[in-house]
Each structure stands twice: as structure tokens, then as C-alpha cells.
């Protein structure tokens, strides 16, 4: 026996799947390995499968890999069906999601226009999830604090959402594109500039990872391969984590910004309240190391990076489901 009540978390990284009474059940890198037929997409493999078949030997020539979410909305619509169809499958057995008493709680930016919103509905209605209740992230996040007025910073791969929650839901907020993946470009168009290496976003991505801090003194450095630009033939070349060390100060610079304006938008009765609270820092960009320090010292305001960042926002929205009149009222 099952969960009847889900939370859907689509991001451009990953994607989790929460159910009531066990937490996350499904956490999946949000890609999917397609082939065309017939003007149709056909699934070949989903999440971390779909990544090990497109380095398979034995992979089709026609294949592609596709991100179907990107800076916090569906862009490939059939293809965000395949992939959530394949998910459900491996996070519900016997395709049990079919069931009419699944009630699901679906995740979204803050940004999301009123024509994307509807868009998210239609895809998770192809999928087989009916009628599902969309909530901001933020408003998810704000379940697992303890204070009324909350200054929630959700940094995702394509999108971050920065917003004031209270008890009626979101104060004020918005949605941009200061995230990771802005990092992982200028990754890339340093190592081009620099070196004449040519490398894909996610192997920026991988770097960032492996080497990226807020911190100017770390001794570390990593090899990285690609193609030269001038002949396109293979190369390598190491980089250190002091010329990363900029770059993501830059970006963590603009979203320090974003997070200012959108506390002068906050009402003067309320700035002491969110002051105490602090910043809530959630999402995968959380983990970046030395981030919640760096942001301290840029805007002097307390920051807390729960335990699983990436996380938090799926199983603050579980949470909901034990306290309905809070949840209608916020959203």
C-alpha cells in the first residue's frame, strides 16, 4: 500500500518525487534519452539511465538527450511527458498513479506566468496526474520554519526564486536566472577564452562541482578535457579552484543584489521579524561551498542552508498535507 498523496519537484537537474509517510521516494537527474519516429519522440531511457546510455557504445546514432525543464518551466512538453511517465513508474509500482485518490501537490517557480502554469497542468494531466494543486516553492519551503515572515532564497541549476513568505503566502518575490548554470557558462567561455578548450555545459557543471568554493585560498585544481578550438582535436588542461573563485562570486554578487531588492520591497512593520529569521537558503546551488558565508558577509543578514537543500522544498510541501485550511490560505 501506497501513498496516496504526492509532491512533484521537476527542476532542470532533477527531479523528486516525495509521498506522505515516506519522504522522497524518486530523485532523478531531469533528462531523457529520445529518438524520433515517425515525428514522434520515443523514450530510450529516463534520469541516470538515459545519461549512462548516451556514453553507451551500443547507444542509437539518432539519439539525443534532452532537458524538458528549463529556467523553471516545461520547454519540451513531450518530452517532459516520457520523462514523468517513467518516473512515476519506477517511484509507484503497478502504475498505480492512475488511481483517482492520488492527490499531488506540483512545485513551481515563482515567476510562472499564468500561460506556463497552464502549460504545467496539461503535461501533468498527459502523464495521468489529474487536477494538481501548484504551489511556489517558496510557500512549500516555508512549511519547515518555525517563524511567521521568512526570507526564502531557492537557487536551482536554471532559475532562482527569491521571495518574503508569511502566514497568506508569498509577500513579495521573484524569479531569475542568477543560478548555476550562469557559473558553468562563464566556466565555459573562460576556458575557451583562456585555453582554447572547448567544453559542454555539464562538464562545466561537473567542475564547478568538483573544485568551485567562495573561498579564494583553496589550494585544489582538477584536469579537465575537451577540443581545441583552433584544430578540434582532443585536449587537456588544468584549471584551479582560484580562477573558478570569480566567477562565482560574480554570480553570487547579482543574486545578493536580487535578495536586497526584494527585502526593500518588504513592509516596514515586518523587517524585523524576517531580519531575526534570516535567509533560508535551499536548492542544489546551496551546496556550493562557502556560499551561505559569502552572502553573510555581503548583506550581513543570518543565513541557514538546511541539511538537504536540494530536498527541502519537496518535503516542505508533504508537510501541507497535514494542514490543509494553511495550505489553501497560502496559495
Known sequence: MYSSELVL???YAWTVIAARGKGVVLKEPSVVAVTKQRGKLKLLASGSEAKRYMKSRDRSHSASLIHPIKEGVIENAEAAVLMLKDFMKKALPR??????????????????????????ENVLASAGLKSPILMETPIAISALLSSDYNLIVNCGASVSDVAIVGPTGIITGCSVTVCANAVDR???????DNYRLGISPTRAEELRIKIGSFYDNQLIDAQVSGRNLVDNTPHQTEITANEIFPMMCDVALNLADVIESVSMMCPEKLIEDVYHAGITLTGGFANSYGLSDFLYGRLKIPVN????PEDTPALGAL????DRDKMYKML
Open 9 to 11: 519537484d521537476m527542476g
Open 95 to 120: 502504475r498505480s498513479f492512475l488511481s483517482p485518490k492520488l492527490e499531488v501537490i506540483a512545485l513551481i517557480s515563482c515567476g510562472t506566468s499564468v500561460v506556463e502554469r497552464k502549460n504545467f
Open 186 to 192: 562563464k566556466i565555459c567561455s573562460y576556458l575557451a
Open 305 to 308: 542552508v538546511p541539511k538537504s
Open 319 to 322: 508537510a501541507f498535507f497535514d
